[in-house]
């Protein structure tokens, strides 16, 4: 039996500033060493002031993973020595000693399995290395400490995966999850890393290491399993070892130095004092907690009868629910989250879309009502929107602009289908017999309205005309 | 011009015009040029502390506000940081190491008018009792230069001691503070765990250290706790003072007060006439209303022992970072594996740290730690347990600072663990967090001693009056230089 196991390291980036000092989480765009300072550099002398915030929002993750919650948390320094870290030293958490991480053992379900949550930590990311140089001999070591001490949240699983794609789903709903709660972006680069470990028929486990992004992760973690079984096949043993991940050659990659023998000789940060996090905060916590994917999903069809699959794709994604959250009345909720399902999401697909977008709740409030009040067809929404995305125009400037808002009346509309009719006799006698060529006048119609007309509605009177 | 004044003269002088605090900074920096080539105090100076005395004047004159320290000229250990000044831990590693920030105490004095005369000499990295680890060379006591100053804050003790300034801030890991200033004879106070902040403190042992300061009397001591104590955003480990005011009653006396006399402390190894000083002592406390009782606090026994296990274990991590990468001295990284140039580096290290280093390595490592870090863990928490049912009984606790007297340059250096047990006595108020003063008491063959008092956490400002009551009773012959 295949068991995998994954650490995921989750940056907290919706945070202001880094874990110990006031630097900001988002490092990401400074120049090179510009978002530093004494406290992060590690300079002589400096002390950690810890981000309570940071510490909050660890503990909401741990909540929303069901994981037990101690009453008081600590820090540990994990000793080593490494370019990307700037004491020499990351100061995590650690449950050794009793349970004091942000969160203990936990449960996440994926579909009707369980997988279970070891252990929650938080601890400071280093600083990022980058390699330059065309070959060994010539390589240069660049160290950017921007990064440097950012929250990130470590959540260990339990081996509960059984092949990779239990991976996938269960690392989609946590990616989910945390950007519901609030807590993190994973669409940022850099954001999501993991690492797995993968043993097959009770073997010795193997650790991969270096899993840039989770699409990644789910074939690193493929390519691992084929590996060691080709090996068992081959009566081959499997020995215990940490690979790395090699990126450009997408395989695993015997990693040669000794990491696993590494002593990082843990001990208490006293530089930080016990947190108390006691049952008022953590009650304060839940009632800041946004509401649950699941919990979403319910309301939009119970509420709305919206149907499920369309509840399911809008409830997973922060960016879209939000969205329609704040655009929607219980008037027009079917319309608009038809719109963001059908439409939206086609048109911006790409998290460089949703930052340029200049498409607002109103916007998509309008776009409804005017849909709903029949000013503008269903199919001419696509089109407004696409105007919107681009120029953030008034709704009513771009109906007018584009002159969608001249709906044809079914007396208007039956006369111009009438001369489609009378123009393409020969496809309206293939119509009888063969349903495809309908679809062909509708266009027809369509061309002459210049889109306006609704086209369920023209292929319904098409077809009463035809027979 | 008088140098010897205290603190509270000085600043009593300058409010009243009797001095002019050009005139005072001034004759400090000519003295200090007259006698620290011998006693070698400083490792560097501010040249610019005349400017900022006359800077000070000015303002005086006109009727500005004006700080507390009315310019007193105060020395500073080089392991706290002052913006835009070296700070070397009298390490040849941080030789040209100018820090880039202030110590929370510093942006305090700052604030209070004080002038920094210049950064004093300590065992490297503060680990020592000699001050014969600096890597630039020991410093000599005042009272007979073939003499040790003790440390690690010797640079500290010789500067206050020798009138090349009014106060000093030190550091105390395991005694750092009271052992010069017993040396030497001045005033040393280690404040209890998170009272001052050590933001900018350039760590050894983080779990157990605290900046303090050394005087020439106790009600020096008090003044500069005012000036420095309290909360502090930097350093997540401060304790709420709410502003006390440790002047305020400092001659209350010691009437009723229960004092134990720390059995451990005053038994094998101590040195006869350090012994008959401390009985005197509690003689006189006893003649000023005290009760004084012998106590036993058996876990002083693995004191040391459990302090070397800490201090490496901490020290090996904290220094961990001087890897010479981000700053540190001039050395090419051209052509190293990570792991070889770390080595290489390193051996800028002196002979001390680089034992501490080693055995931090070892220490807390896995199937060692068992052994040595966590036991040493166990005898802090007993020990501290002890101390505390001690405080249900007595008000203070009481014993020589040293159990020896200060011994010659060069005479112990090859002999680490002689010098380890010398921690004996002063080790315990940093395991247990608790506040200790060393008072200047007697003068024996020309070499001070001290005595030392503790009380309980964030009973400060009862050490303080305790001290000064004993400080009072003593009439000590002026330092020959
Ligand atoms: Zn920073």
Redesign the pocket.
């Known amino acids: 039996m295949t068991k995998i196991g994954l650490e995921i390291h989750s940056q907290l980036t919706e945070l202001q500033s ?1 874990l110990f ?3 900001k989480a988002n490092y990401r765009e400074f120049q090179p060493n510009e978002n ?2 004494p ?2 550099m590690g300079l002589p002398g400096s002390l950690p002031q810890l981000n309570q915030k940071a510490v909050e929002k660890a503990t909401m993750i741990a909540m929303a993973l069901n994981c037990s919650t101690p009453e008081k948390i600590t820090f540990f320094r994990k000793n080593y020595f490494y370019p990307d870290l700037p004491k020499n030293f990351q100061i995590t958490q650690l449950n050794i000693y009793g349970e004091t991480s942000v969160g203990g053992p936990g449960i996440l379900m994926v579909g009707d399995k369980k997988i279970r949550i070891t252990r929650i930590q938080l601890e400071e990311d280093p600083g990022r290395i980058i390699y330059e140089g065309s070959s060994e001999k010539n390589q240069i070591t660049l160290v950017d400490y921007n990064r440097a ?1 950012t929250p990130l949240v470590e959540i260990v699983t339990e081996p509960d995966f059984e092949n990779p794609k239990e991976v996938r789903e269960f690392l989609n709903i946590l990616s989910d999850l945390l950007a519901n709660l609030g807590v993190s972006d994973p669409s940022l680069e850099g954001a999501m890393r993991a690492d797995a470990n993968v043993s097959i028929e009770d073997g010795n486990k193997v650790e991969i290491k270096n899993i840039g992004s989770f699409h990644d992760l789910e074939k690193a973690v493929h390519f691992e399993i084929t590996r060691q079984q080709s090996l068992h096949a081959r009566n081959i043993p499997i020995i215990q070892e940490t690979r790395h991940w090699d990126d450009k050659r997408k395989i695993t990659v015997s990693s040669r130095s000794k990491e696993e023998d590494l002593d990082y000789r843990y001990f208490l940060e006293s530089d930080i004092p016990w947190v108390r996090i006691g049952n008022q905060i953590k009650d304060k916590l839940k009632s800041e907690m946004p509401e649950t994917i699941s919990s979403k999903k319910e309301r939009y069809v119970s509420k709305y009868n919206i149907p499920a699959q369309v509840a399911d794709v809008l409830s997973s994604d922060k960016f879209y629910s939000d969205l329609f959250e704040k655009s929607h009345t219980t008037e027009n909720a079917k319309e608009v989250a038809n719109i963001i399902t059908t439409d939206l999401m086609g048109l911006v697909d790409t998290r460089e879309k949703r930052e340029s977008s200049k498409l607002t709740a109103l916007h998509l409030k309008e776009i409804a009502d005017s849909i709903q009040s029949g000013k503008i067809t269903r199919n001419s929404a696509k089109n407004v929107l696409y105007e919107i995305l681009k120029t953030g125009k008034a709704v009513s400037t771009v109906i007018s602009d584009l002159d969608l808002d001249n709906v044809f009346s079914e007396s208007e509309l039956l006369k111009i289908i009438e001369s489609v009719i009378s123009e393409e006799t020969q496809a309206v006698e293939q119509a009888k017999t063969n349903p495809q060529t309908i679809n062909y006048l509708v266009g027809k119609v369509m061309q002459k309205t210049k889109g306006k007309a609704d086209p369920t509605y023209t292929l319904d009177l098409l077809k009463k005309k035809i027979n | 011009m008088n140098l010897k004044i205290s603190a509270l003269q000085f600043t009593r002088e300058v409010k009243t015009g009797n001095i002019s605090v050009e005139d005072f900074i001034g004759k400090t920096m000519e003295h200090i040029e007259k006698v620290d080539g011998n006693l070698h105090a400083f490792l560097s100076l501010n040249d610019n502390a005349v400017n900022q005395a006359r800077d000070i004047d000015k303002k005086i004159k006109s009727g500005d506000k004006i700080g507390q320290c009315f310019g007193m000229p105060i020395s500073i250990k080089d392991n706290i940081c002052i913006k835009d000044t070296k700070t070397t831990c009298a390490s040849k590693m941080l030789e040209n190491y100018i820090a880039p920030y202030d110590a929370t105490v510093i942006t305090k004095l700052k604030q209070q008018d004080a002038i920094f005369v210049g950064k004093v000499n300590l065992d490297e990295f503060a680990m020592g009792l000699s001050t014969e680890f600096s890597a630039y060379g020991p410093s000599k006591n005042p009272w007979n230069t073939d003499y040790v100053p003790g440390g690690s804050s010797g640079g500290s003790a010789v500067s206050v001691s020798a009138f090349e300034c009014v106060a000093s801030l030190g550091s105390d890991t395991g005694g750092s503070v009271r052992n010069p200033a017993s040396f030497c004879s001045t005033v040393g106070y280690k404040p209890t765990y998170g009272l001052i902040s050590r933001y900018g403190l350039i760590s050894y042992a983080n779990s157990i250290e605290q900046i303090g300061p050394l005087t020439r009397t106790v009600e020096d001591a008090a003044f500069m706790l005012n000036l420095i104590a309290g909360l502090d955003s930097n350093d997540n480990t401060t304790i709420n003072n709410n502003n006390a005011d440790y002047l305020k009653d400092i001659d209350s006396g010691i009437e009723g007060k229960k004092i134990g006399i720390i059995k451990e402390m005053i038994g094998e190894g101590i040195n006869p006439t350090v012994l008959s000083a401390t009985k005197n002592a509690i003689s006189k406390l006893e003649e000023l209303g005290a009760i004084c009782e012998e106590v036993s606090l058996d876990m002083v026994k693995y004191s040391v022992a459990a302090y070397y296990a800490i201090t490496t274990t901490e020290a090996g991590s904290n220094l961990a970072r001087y890897d010479n990468l981000r700053y540190g001295y001039d050395f090419s990284v051209e052509g190293y594996a990570f792991n070889a140039y770390i080595e290489k580096a390193r051996k800028k290290l002196g002979p001390e740290v680089t034992r501490r280093m080693i055995l931090g390595g070892f220490v807390p490592s896995s199937g060692y730690a068992g052994k040595y870090f966590l036991k040493a863990l166990k005898v802090k928490s007993k020990l501290t347990r002890q101390i505390d049912e001690a405080f249900k009984k007595f008000d203070l606790l009481i014993s020589p600072t040293v159990p020896i007297l200060p011994f010659k340059i060069g005479e112990k250096i090859n002999d680490p663990a002689s010098l380890f047990l010398i921690d004996i006595n002063t080790v315990t108020a940093n395991l247990t967090g608790k506040p200790a003063i060393s008072i200047p008491y007697a003068i024996s063959n020309g070499l001070p001693i001290g005595i030392q008092l503790i009380a309980n956490s964030m009973n400060d400002k009862l050490l303080l009056q305790a001290a000064r009551a004993l400080e009072k009773t003593v009439k000590l012959p002026e330092v020959p230089i």
């Open positions: 880094k000092c006031s630097c530093i300072c406290i992060c001490g």
